[in-house]
């Protein structure tokens, strides 16, 4: 099949024409359970009665005007992410990438502002995903992804995954602070444990160093709390937010405290999209939803439920999965056999999954999901693993 477009993806040869909440319908009219979210961006589904409608009014309205005016749906929305987290000020960008971008640059303008340029660096973990911008792949230090691409940017020390004492080794005079996913997505749903994050919260206190969050694929509700830092009682200092902020409109911010932002001052940073009328009216229609009272509590609860049906899936196929990790609705099966041919394995049953680093499939459905849903997808997850039991006994045979 040849297409217009860079190869750089690999596709499922499947193509949508309507989506209704949790649930996808192919152009030959098959019908799809939704559990990629198109990776972790559709937090409300699709189709969602209140984006549309928000959507729709927007759309009646000026879409872009830029940041030379001011721009009232921004400083709203803007508001309200900082009644509903640790931040006192807010910079919208367009993807994921630009958002820890931005928090990039924010940390080490704070330490310029402190009279110290020297401390520029940053500290990541093994297993890091930020993004394919020229910063973000440098800052993942995903070899693959850094391959000939040029020298990459200098800046980032990578260290083993919850490893404190690699942490405290790795600082030095020119110490930024450390950026990390409080649960590594893309890198196999990884969860760091609470405990590592309090730590490494006090050890940033003790060396002056920044706390950099990247939830752009945690945040906004994945995990049962809107950040995902919360269930650690964790307070960051720049958090990098994206993918289910606009519920499938192109969003991203970089929050943050007054004091670590005091270096983005008058012109240190720009977007001519970013933060425009459009994407921020319907941020805030996701936050409508998503922080109406009780909306998380119940993301919770359908996660702990998740969480159940996935072990007794482990217990029925421990010859296909090998482990189940993750928190609220966002979970990794890491399957003994490769993970893509379990993802294809799960389409042939309609159910769609994102895959992961370390072998792993992602669950990821909408956070408008019910029981039901769950219901389905342990279905068809089981006759996904059968499917491989029915092929290994083929093979004994044989
Ligand atoms: C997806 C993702 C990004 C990059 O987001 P884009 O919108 O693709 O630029 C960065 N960090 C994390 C944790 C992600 O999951």
């Not at 209704?20 to 589904?45: I, P, Q, T």
């Not at 549309?52 to 940041?67: D, F, G, I, M, R």
């Not at 020297?118 to 391959?147: Q, S, W």
């Not at 911010?253 to 009216?281: D, I, Q, V, Y």
Request: charged share 20%; proline share 5%; net charge negative.
């Amino acid at each position: 099949m040849t297409s217009a477009l860079y190869p750089t993806y690999a596709r499922a040869d499947v193509a949508f024409t309507r989506g209704e909440g949790a649930w996808l319908f192919a152009e030959n009219g098959d019908r799809y359970l939704d559990f990629a979210s198109g990776v972790a961006v559709l937090s409300l589904g699709h189709d969602h009665p209140h984006l549309v409608e928000t959507l729709k009014a927007a759309a009646e309205k000026p879409w872009h005007v830029s940041n030379l005016f001011r721009i009232p749906e921004a400083e709203r929305l803007a508001e309200r992410l900082v009644a509903a987290t640790f931040a006192e000020t807010v910079f919208f960008v367009n993807s994921g990438a630009e958002a820890v971008e931005c928090a990039i640059k924010t940390a080490r303008k704070y330490h310029a502002a402190n009279g110290q340029p020297e401390r520029y660096r940053l500290i990541t973990f093994e297993g890091a995903f930020h993004g394919r911008t020229l910063a973000t792949i440098a800052a993942g230090g995903n070899p693959k992804y850094l391959d000939g691409f040029g020298p990459p940017l200098d800046g980032f020390d990578q260290v083993p995954f919850d490893d404190l004492a690699a942490v405290e080794a790795a600082i030095t005079e020119e110490t930024a602070g450390v950026l990390l996913e409080p649960v590594q997505g893309e890198g196999g749903l990884r969860v760091f444990p609470h405990e590592f994050l309090r730590k490494l919260r006090a050890l940033c206190d003790a060396r002056g160093l920044l706390l950099v969050l990247d939830e752009v694929q945690c945040g906004v509700g994945r995990t049962g709390k809107f950040l995902a830092c919360e269930h650690s009682g964790v307070t960051p200092d720049i958090v990098a937010l994206a993918k289910g902020l606009g519920g499938g409109f192109p969003l991203g911010a970089c929050l943050a405290t007054r004091e670590a932002a005091k270096g983005m001052t008058l012109g240190t940073h720009g977007s001519t999209f970013g933060g425009n009328p459009l994407a921020t009216t319907v941020g805030a229609a996701v936050l409508d939803v998503v922080l109406a009272e009780g909306f998380l509590a119940r993301v919770a609860a359908l996660g702990g439920h998740l969480r159940q049906r996935l072990a007794e899936l482990h217990d029925r196929h421990p010859r296909v999965i090998e482990a189940i990790r993750g928190e609220g609705l966002m979970f990794g099966v890491k399957t003994r056999v490769p993970n893509g041919e379990f993802a294809a394995a799960a389409r042939a049953e309609g159910l769609l999954l994102p895959i992961a680093g370390d072998n792993v499939v992602r669950l990821l459905p909408p956070l408008i999901i019910d029981e039901s849903h769950i219901s389905e997808a342990f279905d068809r997850l089981d006759r996904a693993c059968a499917r491989f039991a029915a092929k290994a006994e083929q093979l004994g045979a044989a």
